[in-house]
């Protein structure tokens, strides 16, 4: 249990998949905390300390410039895709300012992206700071092992409902376009 009374399920064994039992354990952790509460922690998700602590330095960089610089990427620039940063008291809870300032990241999404060009909310390009240039590949090496422990843990959730593991996971579709006759195949 965290200090909180929520459990802190390993998820190793979901990421290793060498670990059959393992596996089998996690969804049943996963099983029972969704059922007692819905809620839990994870450890042994697999993002790297390396990813973590440079996302805290260029992200403490970023905070510490003067809020002028900061405001060269206002929220106000992102638009339907939510993107940019916003000052202390720029959001409201019920009601009142937040005590908080920050940047909100997404899916870079090119402008020409047919979901962008629909004006889907929350899609588009992400606004980053000149003035701190690492703070662009901190943040998406962050969002790529995530985005890769999420995938792992919904595995362990279709598990956990006695589903095959990759049935919540995105699909790759494919389409192979036409038959290839025998000459056409080129060894790799």
């Given at each position: 249990m965290g200090g909180s009374g929520l459990p802190v399920i390993d998820m190793a064994p979901?990421?290793?998949?060498?670990?059959?039992?393992?596996?089998?354990?996690?969804?049943k952790e996963i099983e029972a905390a969704c059922r007692a509460s819905g809620f839990f922690y994870v450890s042994g998700h697999g993002v790297d300390d390396a990813i973590?602590?440079?996302l805290d330095a260029a992200s403490r960089r970023f905070f510490a410039l003067p809020e002028e610089v900061?405001?060269?990427?206002p929220m106000s620039?992102?638009?339907r895709a939510w993107r940019g940063f916003f000052p202390l008291g720029g959001e409201?809870?019920?009601?009142r300012p937040d005590g908080k300032e920050g940047i909100y990241f997404g899916t870079e999404l090119?402008?020409?992206?047919?979901?962008?060009?629909?004006?889907w909310p929350l899609h588009g390009p992400n606004l980053w700071p000149a003035a701190?240039?690492?703070?662009?590949?901190?943040?998406?090496?962050y969002m790529a092992a995530t985005t890769?422990?999420?995938?792992h843990l919904l595995e362990g959730v279709a598990l956990s409902l006695g589903l095959l593991a990759l049935t919540l996971v995105p699909l790759l579709l494919l389409w192979f376009g036409r038959i290839l006759a025998e000459d056409d195949i080129v060894a790799a």
């Open positions: 979901l990421i290793r998949r060498d670990d059959d039992a393992g596996r089998a354990r996690v969804a973590l602590q440079n900061k405001l060269r990427i620039r992102g638009g409201l809870t019920s009601g090119p402008s020409d992206h047919p979901r962008v060009e629909a004006g701190v240039p690492e703070l662009r590949p901190a943040v998406e090496a890769r422990a999420a995938h």
